[in-house]
Structures are given as C-alpha cells and as structure tokens.
C-alpha cells in the first residue's frame, strides 16, 4: 500500500510573496522623497538667499526667494552640482529686459549672483553720468523719495570699492538709518523699476558694449555697489553673462530675515523676521 500524499498549501500562501523589512520599506520612501526634491528643485522651484546690497531697494540682505525654473528653460546649471550632462539650453527661452535673473556666474561658474537684465543679444548698452543708454537712446530716469533703509545686523551701512562715502543718517526718533538717493528707470516697453544713485563714481561712465549672441547684459539695481557686466571679470565682475548660466527668475519672497537671530537661541528667530516682506513678487 502506498502513503496518501500531503494535502497541497493553498493557493494563496503559496504565492504570497516575502514582506520587506520596515527599514527597507523607510529606505525607499525617503529615497523616492530624495528624486522628487531634486526634479522640483531642478525643474520647478529652488530657494536663493541675498546676500548682498547690490539689489536694494527692491531686494535685502537676508530675503529668502523662490526661484522660478522653467521661464528659460534648463541648463546643465539648472541641476544641483551643474552635471555635464549636456550644452545650451532645452526649451530655451529669452528673458524679458527689466526681469530679475538668477545666474551662475562667470568666469568661475561657481557661485550663484543675482541681477536684473539691461541688455539682450545684439543691443548695445551705456553708462553715461549714471544713466542707461538702451540702443543709442537714453532710458528715463526720475527721481523719487530718498530709500531710507534701517540698520541692521546684517546691513550696517556699509561702504563700497567704488563709493567710501558714510550715508547714514539718525531719524528724528533716534533711529540710525541709511539714506540713499533713489530714482525710477523706465525700460521702452514702460517696464519700470527703482534702483539707487549714490554717487559719481568709475563706473557710471562706460564704453559702448555690444551684447554678443548668446549672451545677457545684467546690472544690479544699486549701481554704484554692483560688480556686474559693466566691470570686466579680472576686476571681479561678471561680463557678459552666457544665457546658458541662468538658473530662472526671481518669483516670491517667502522669508526675510534682519541678522539678528542666533540658531541656538529660538526666542530670537521670530523677532528678527521681516513678515512684512514675505509674499513679495518680482
């Protein structure tokens, strides 16, 4: 006689498959959360902190942006390490003058600068006594209410290689303060915006430049306090800059910070924001 043979496991438990461990499953999440931080930061938004006054009166020290990444199209410096991946731009698209850039800067292409765009490919641009020549024609320049800016930890009033001069000033109340002249440029397609004029300094007389093919004359809105296109990179200024360096446009401000917080301090973090200053759009 022979043996009956053992009953055959369902169906079910037969082909269950092996559980992952929880550690595996935590592994894959957050590497899943990793590739999708890095398409929306590549792609769609990154974060940019000013941290410098070439940008007053419209941006601070210490705001805190988001940086729109599709309005040019991407880069190899578009992504986080700028990887050689490829040259030029993919569905390149030219800023619009008067727009606020974010771009790697050359020479080096190291470090990330902020300024406004003046000058497209095939335009000429001229400092003539501080004022804009677009094209052979002078852009308009009014002036309007001094910027009067408070001192803080991380603007102090400070000087510059171009202009020593001490602009500031003690309010009425005590409070110091520095006090720029300022005035409205009027771009020809009525675009306007403000910068500041400190005073007659080198490079508020320039030669003509011709903007080449492929390439953007930025300036930043506090002229006498910007190294920019108008001063040759062995001077420590950007040139030209390549359209490929740009990373996108200035978007919103979503923080905005005076200094004056310590990390290890947390009761000063909510004192030293500037919450009136978040939400601004460029």
Known sequence: MTEDAAPAPPASEAAAPKKRSEAADTGLFLLKLLVAVLLLRSLVVAPFTIPSESMLPRLWVGDYLLVAKWPYGWSRFSFPGSPDLFEGRILERLPE?????????????????????????GDTV???????????VPVPKQRVADFVHPLTPNSPCLTSRYDPTDYSDTLEDGTRVCRYPRYRETLPSGRYYEVLDLNRVTIDDTPVYTVPAGHLFLMGDNRDRSADSRVDPADKGVGFVPIENLHGRALVTFFSTDGSAEWLKPWTWAPAARWDRVGDGY
């Open 97 to 121: 003058r008067g727009d606020v850039v974010v771009f790697r800067a050359p020479p080096a292409n190291e470090v990330d600068y902020i300024k406004r765009v003046i000058g497209l490919p």
């Open 126 to 136: 001229q400092m003539v006594a501080g004022q804009v020549i677009l094209n052979g």
